[in-house]
């Protein structure tokens, strides 16, 4: 059947032998494609011992059935591969031009794997495959580095998916920048691109894309467009202000975190918000992603200044890392900042949490103007924030600490600043507070690749049948029962999304009954929702195996001190969620043991018997 | 008020010196006595990292408010040291005479800490208190070193406790015996006595007892003993069985273990149960302990053979242990076998553990004729069952490796004798097996001396009244959801009972609101259920406190594999408890981390403020 035809391109860095192989039809049936996919191949493939920049590890770039078309956000291709920010799994996703040339050049995934001598890129165009020269770009930005990549290739319509100096400098928050504008963020994978001399991969595929049902595939994407535009917040919210929609709207309920999650009453939410943004530098010619309705990016311009630029506007998260979390309400300042770290390629919200970190350090006299080597890092000082950004990006001085990531930076700083580095499982925490949302805790502290966001985060989503029938109740934000279960389907749902693989804003307004639909008419397999939700259940199982071998137990499952404490002011004072009580449920819902590994019984269930043996010596 | 002014006695064995300090009023307030008494003391003064067998261990011996008079089954006293079995908290109670005698003398407390450097035993006479030298009965077996103390003090009425043999080889398996008949069994109490080469411990006291309120006293201990007769247990079939009542009975609910936990249709039951006991070797002149209405111990006599003897008759436990457990049938030789286990001052359930566990590892060819020295250990071999029970009491060859405790021995022994080494946190499980009642696995999994019925064994009290009023409800054996619940509670109830000091059987018939009563006439302070509730959650989360200070964390509460695999044949065949769900559901109960702590939430409801910063660094 064709819809189960599909291929990997394995890549040797090593020897710079390139095969390609069959995708096994049980691998597609039980994995769906993308995050799926690759936890798949990766769980096999990397050893539990492997050191996340060394020849073991593996990096998974993977597509998904929904792929290639014109099926509404799906420009989304996933990345996998051990995290050297948190030595646990990883996966992240980004839009930009890969998912759609890899598929048409009739690709699912890629795997690359050892490392090679010099710096090389890959390039695919079509069938062919090769390794090219990369030592002339080695070194450079990610603007000039992409420009010249594309004169060598002489054709710019291509994907390019590249990293940074901080890639290369194997910065455990290094990006993978996609097309310049778009990133694979949280993680680090730009850092194990970096330790495979791997600089860049250029993609090029026009063939045809095919789907097993036609029609029903053209009806579904029609339909799916017409929900998407009714929802309020992917029709009109996103749409007018992009995500930083949220930040004008989210403050109100404590959700925006300041001052390294110090403080609830900040003055200056509403100077870096979506309306704000609107009301100055946006321009009106929104850069959307493939295939995309919603067009949440947004492309900004400053016309004068020290900041003078036109490109990429800074996302919701972005605003928080370098805006509230460091109390700086330089709206323009912010954007540079956003420049900086693409420019070097970096994560926004890791960095922007490193100095937030750093700046209570300074204020608290753990971090001296000696260590910062002049540098001022009181709270709100852009131009600090902006000198930091650079010391990070090239790993100097305090910048090589704090480019560690939180955690170890403050297990080297010491002095108690292990009390306010905020991080789950070594992944500094996105910008929505569990004190505001107590399900976000639980999102949190349970997801695969440390604190995050896209693996789960609940939001407005009540629109989704459950599998009891019915749609997903709403239950109060500082209600505690009911949360484990709610998280634990919200999960699974995401799963699949980063396996299909389309945007999370799809969940707003899509179900997963709708994505069984989807589905079907792409693969002409019989998908359902409940089949959907399986996959999505067994995918996450697989992944907390993943992590359960490189030692994670229920020990790591929980929220650092600081959001455990509470928040001082804003409309959240006092609330502390009761992470015990809620990840306890959570366990139940998932058929998990007190220790934290997926019992033997629900590992057989989801057809993961091969765990077992793994998981369960005794 | 008179209630509360209870003095300890602290002996410090390094130097000899003795001390008499009265007992702060809130401890008593907070943690009844007994149990908890010595929870609140060795908390603070047992170092986190002290090595059980080394001079930082401490034994505290303590009683509480209802001991001393005629309160039904108040003849028991409670023991608490570090574990040299487990290596985490233990408490053990026994009966004997000495809850009676330290009451009389005026103290509720010792606490023995240090080392001598010479054997010597403690004598107290009322209030005068010394040190004598044991050097002449070191070395001897526990009934001729008895009669040898009687002899010197010149008074058999007093109460005795003692180690024997095996106490003094650091066997972590030594028991304390008492009044040769009453035994502290677990964990190895008995090694650490005589790790302070405390042979033995005499109490004679003769002084008032006197309650608050003398009138309600009287009446309360009337209505508890009409309850405790008219209960079917209680008052018919531990009368007239003894323990062995439930062996006839349990078995037929796959209660009853066989083969090292392995099958569930053993044909000899019948043959080493109670009613088979009653009808050959029992003697109608039972030892009832102090104040016991119940009478279930029991007088047994071997008129001829080579297991010729009088005296005490083997418990439920140890039938099954060296009955079943290692498919023996032969009752008299169960008889010998605790009658050697007596002398040596073993733990017989530990003890007939570690000859199952041999006699497998036999089978298997993990353990040789060569090094059992010709012991030839198949299964139901009684003379090799006595045979190596001297080996153990004298830590000679293989007796050494078994006498450690099935985890160090399987350790020890390697060649995958892990997957049948049946403890839980190093402690040999008793005999109710987790298939039967899932209940039992959760009350395993969490006790905090490890696997252990005394610590909130079900069994059948539904007669418990329950917070939320009425009475606690009986749920069926192999249903999950509400067992979380109903171990916490009884849990909690056990622990009251530990720190009252009274017998678990008054359990069956005497509820928490009669618990209330009998400590209010005894202190003159109020007490009601839902206080004596809170005392027991108190007591219970500050022992587990203790552990988790010992790096005891969720991944240590689960049961070994052998009992998460279906025992084969019998009536409970193809069960298996789902102890994920179920500890989940407690953990939830118990306001627990997923990780094993009490919450700081918790900690601070129970009034154990500190202990916070000892749990929590972060």
Redo the contacts between chains.
Sequence with gaps: MKGYTRVLLRVDLTTGKITKESIPEEYLKDYIGGSGLATRYLYDEIPSDADPLGPDNKICISVGPLNGGAYPTSGRFNLSCLSPLTGIWLDASSSGKLAYHLKKAGYDAIIMEGVSKEPVYLSIYNGEVELRDASKIWGMKIAPAMEAVFAQCGNNRASISMIGPAGEHLLPMANVMNNKRRTVGRGGAGAVMGSKKLKAIVVYGDRDFEVAEPEEWKAIIKESIKKLQAHPATGQGLPAYGTSVVLARQHESGDVPAKNWQIGDWDGYMKISGPAMAQTILVKHPNPCHACPIHCARHVEIKEGEYKMAGEGPEYETLASFGSMCLNDDLESIVAANVLCNEYGMDTISVGSAIAFAMEAYEKGIITAEDTEGIDLTWGNEKAILAMIEKIGNREGLGDVLGQGVRKAAQQLGKGA??FSVHVKGMELPYHDPRAFFETGVTYATSPRGACHLHGHIGSWHAQPIPEGGLMAAIPPHETRGKGKMTKLVQDISTVVNSAVVCQFTNFALSVTHMGEALTAATGEPWDGKKVLEAGERIFNLQRAFNNRRGI???D??L??RV?ASVKGGPVEGK?P????M???Y??ER??????RP????LQELGLDFVIGDL?Q?
């Design positions: 292990e009390e137990t229920s020990a499952d929980n650092p001190g455990l502390i009761d992470m015990g009580t990840l306890n449920e366990y139940i058929g998990w043991e007190t220790d934290g019992s033997r019984k629900k369960y005794d």
